[in-house]
């Protein structure tokens, strides 16, 4: 059984910088595309970043590009979304997912097979 847990939330002015881990355990995490994707209250789950197995492609949300830096580190079944000069509009659950696909890219939710609890940021003006 897949097991993800999100950390690395927390309360940021704006400007400011978050780094999210996601830690997966349960099957061989290196062999899926991993993602990233936030829920902001009272509006859908949305795509945010996404990245192949071998993290040789990674693809954003337009609203993040420039921003946001989506890594994993496989040896440690581990994948990480770095987070720069954030904006109100940043504050979200984010949700980290293991996909269904063992190559390529997922953005869209369906694709996702599991999901961590996820871990708040807020982002303060």
């Known amino acids: 059984q897949v097991q993800l847990v999100e950390s690395g939330g927390g309360l940021v002015q704006s400007g ?12 061989p995490f290196s062999s899926f595309t991993m993602g990233w994707f936030r829920q902001a209250a009272g509006k859908e789950r949305e795509f945010v970043a996404t990245i192949s197995p071998n993290g040789g492609s990674t693809d954003y949300a337009d609203s993040v590009k420039g921003r946001f830096t989506i890594s994993r580190d496989n040896a440690k079944n581990t994948v990480y979304l770095q987070m720069n000069s954030l904006k109100p509009e940043d504050t979200a659950i984010y949700y980290c997912g293991v996909s269904i696909y063992r190559r390529g890219l997922a953005t869209r939710p369906g694709e996702y097979a599991y999901w961590g609890q996820g871990t708040q940021v807020t982002v303060s003006s």
């Not at 400011?16 to 355990?25: F, I, T």
């Open 16 to 27: 400011g910088s978050l780094r999210l881990s996601c830690a997966a355990s349960g099957r």
